[in-house]
């Protein structure tokens, strides 16, 4: 940066010669002298010699060019405080002195060392020297890539929407994110709004997606087939019940004219026993692979299906990582980061009144992806920070939990400076409170506060609450609830009903979650290939797929189901409370 601001001092010494003939004796010998210890790289001497200068009551030409090269002097003397003092000096005495433009290219540069880039652009943004554009754009764009913080660089943008250099830098660094995290539409945004064009390389560009007679499906799940005892509850049922949800779809796609076949591969959990199945021929094959399950086995199978450029599908996982950088790769579920936008968007069109929005989650990884996205979402829109966030262990929850069983103000008091967590005792004046967390002692701690405040708040949570026996049916009558529910299943629909007899009639038992969930993944994936090919997302643009069982699929680019219902008790029954935002998939 110091090459680049010297140029700025060179078309300052010019402008300084045009006043030095009118000042003449000791002021011009003393500056003159200051000058060949600054060029000299003696700043602290320059310093020395300036400061007497500057300080004199009597004022000149000259001053304001003595005050220039005490700033610098200060600034190469690691004293950026004192720099920026005698420039804004300049700039508040001086205020039609004509280098006043080079001030400000230098105090934007101060504004950026410091980490404060508002203050950085916004002193930038009044110079109009058309001499200083290019410095200016090399100064934005050297400090803007140092920034990781993509959230912060959208938020720049937002307030300096015609800014091209903060735009190309938000947009270079999106498009270098994992697949799963890139937000496609603000790209494509930006690539309309500012003619970029990003180079990358299309894996599925040249691909053809052939379509055949019949697929071939690798499943790669933790069967333990030697181990499962049918006769006892057994921790691994829960992969049968979604292999049997697989089974159902492939037979009633067979009644299609669609022809799936499976295999069955049992990786055991065991990273050696997953590549011991990867090395057989015939897996590379495939046409599609489902699973699998487990963090030890899932790098194995999904690098196994980018090498030979085959679609993987994870039944159950809600983790990004799952999918990375991987085209090939796709969650069947919605992201966690997913679900949070999508309650945040809830929170945002749902609101009669202005918003104030608080937000609650546990210890867990899960919990704090949740927790920021959607607060980085709902900031992001409101144009202004959140009332509270606040991160709760168990303990601290039912200790206050207990202060407000007690009811004593003393003893609340005392709680509330127990556990470092006041603001969740008062939650009085917000709109909406998000609660990212499935531990019943913090839900039944929220609950009970909600119960006690004189107006109304609407809580979002997620949908596992309504297996807790911590939410009560009273409150879910009272209260303004709405859940997350990436699983909602409507029961009063027919499909739901002729499914749960076509799959008795199957296995002899009656569906669970996970057999839905097999059953409508693999339902949709067998039309897609029937429709598409091998690489159907080829054609996925921002299609909704209305769901049989569950409400519906929709990917787009992205590689985890943007379709979220959020639903809310009404009239005896759950309905879907943002049914009009889950037809776009771009929200």
Known sequence: MSVRCFGLILVCLLSAHAVLARVGGDFLKSYKEAKKHYFSSDYTAAKAILAPLIAAKEKNDITPYALFYYALSAYYNGEPDLAEATFITIVEEYPDWEQREELWYWL????????DYRVGLDRLAGITDRTLEVPVEQMKMYF?????????????????????????????????????????????????DFHFCVEKQDVLKEAISSQKVSYNVGVFLPFFVDEVDYEEESSNLFVIELYQGIKAAVAELADRGIRINLFAYDTKKDPVTTAGLLAQEKVRGMDLIIGPLYADTIPLVTEFAR??????????????????????AFLFKSSLETQAKRAAEFTLRNSGRELC??????TSKADAVQAYAYKQHVEYNMGKEVAFMVSL???????????????????????????????LLSLDGLTHVYVASKDELIVA???????????????????AWLRQSSLTFDQLKKLDLCFVSPNYIDYEKKDIHEF????????????TTYTCVGYEMMLFLGHMLHQHGVYFQKHWDKQLYPGTLFEGVAYGMHHDNQYVPIVKFQKDRFVICNKEMLHDPRT
Not at 396 to 416: C, F, H, I, P, Y
Not at 445 to 463: A, D, Q, R
């Open 357 to 362: 929005v608080g937000i609650i989650y546990g």
């Open 307 to 328: 090498a030979n450029q085959i679609n993987l599908f994870n039944p159950l996982s809600e983790n990004t990582d799952v999918v990375g950088d991987n085209p090939f």
């Open 445 to 463: 701690s929220l609950l009970s506060n909600v119960e006690t405040l004189k107006y109304p708040v609407c809580v979002i949570g997620h949908e």
């Open 500 to 511: 749960r007899e076509r799959l008795y009639e199957y296995f002899a038992q009656y569906p």
């Open 144 to 192: 803007l890539q140092q920034l990781d913080d993509l959230f912060f660089l959208k938020t720049l943008l937002k307030q300096y929407p015609k800014d091209r250099v903060i735009a190309r830098v938000l947009f270079d660094k999106m498009a270098l994110q994992p697949l799963i995290s890139r937000d496609f539409d603000l790209l494509d945004t930006l690539a309309h």
């Open 108 to 115: 934007g540069q101060l504004g950026f060392e410091a980490g």
């Open 393 to 423: 262990t168990p303990e601290e929850a039912q200790t206050s939990l207990n202060a407000q069983r007690k009811g004593s103000k003393d003893v609340v008091d005392a709680m509330q400076e127990e556990i470092g967590a006041t603001k």
